[in-house]
């Protein structure tokens, strides 16, 4: 299977709008929250071309995806977050827990959470992995890998774009997604038809 890992650097050498942590291009009004009305945490942005290039994905060129999680700096929260197969846990996922959102694509950054993650720009290279590996690291890619749980799951109207592993994160969050070794997955609504932008989810081995 064909991936495209994700290389991180604190300067920019492939494009502006694919990076992990720092701000969103959303304004306070737009800013996802869970359920408890908590500002969710910016985990990345992936541009249009991205999407297009790594994804074999075609949207507008001038938005970009945007993926949210709830985080909680002391307290346990991976049960909301993460997702094995059971309706009860969609649910949660859905109540506003994590959120995929398409924005446009604007220079403008804000952060309205609690937390703001070191930003990191990443860069992509291609990797081929078995189809029984379950990968431990980042990357864009056109079909879904294996789950870490080794689920078949499939998602009406819905794309896989990326996979994000919580270890790749910058200092100190490389817990964000509630264990350094948890895996979170991020598909596209293509479809139209799903009142979010997408899903994300984590699974943790």
């Known amino acids: 299977m064909l991936v ?11 494009d502006k709008f694919c990076y992990v942590g720092g701000g969103a291009p ?11 009305g908590e500002a969710l945490i910016h985990l990345a942005t992936i541009s249009s071309f991205a999407l297009k290039r790594f994804c074999g994905i075609s949207i507008d060129e001038q938005v970009v995806v945007s993926i949210f999680s709830s985080y909680l700096k002391s307290d346990y929260f ?7 197969g059971s309706e009860q846990e969609l649910e949660e996922i859905r109540s506003g827990s994590t959120k995929v959102v398409v924005c446009g694509r604007i220079e403008e950054e804000n ?3 609690e937390f703001y993650i070191p930003k990191r720009y990443f860069n992509c290279v291609e990797q081929i992995i078995e ?23 499939k998602f009406d109207g819905m794309r896989f774009i990326s996979q994000f592993y919580s270890g790749d994160f910058p200092k100190p969050f490389r817990g964000v997604l ?15 038809s799903n009142s979010n932008g997408g899903l994300f989810f984590v699974q943790t081995g």
Do not use: H
Request: charged letters at 20%.
């Open 131 to 153: 189809n029984d590996c379950i990968p431990m690291f980042s990357f864009l890619a056109e079909s879904c890998p294996n789950f870490t749980q080794n689920e078949i799951m």
């Open 111 to 113: 952060n309205f959470s």
């Open 78 to 84: 991976l049960d909301e977050i993460t997702y094995s």
């Open 26 to 36: 959303l304004n306070k009004e737009s800013w996802p929250c869970n359920k408890r």
């Open 178 to 192: 509630g264990m350094v070794d948890a895996v979170g997955y991020a598909f596209l609504d293509i479809s139209g």
């Open 4 to 14: 495209w890992e994700m290389v991180f650097s604190e300067t920019c050498n492939f």
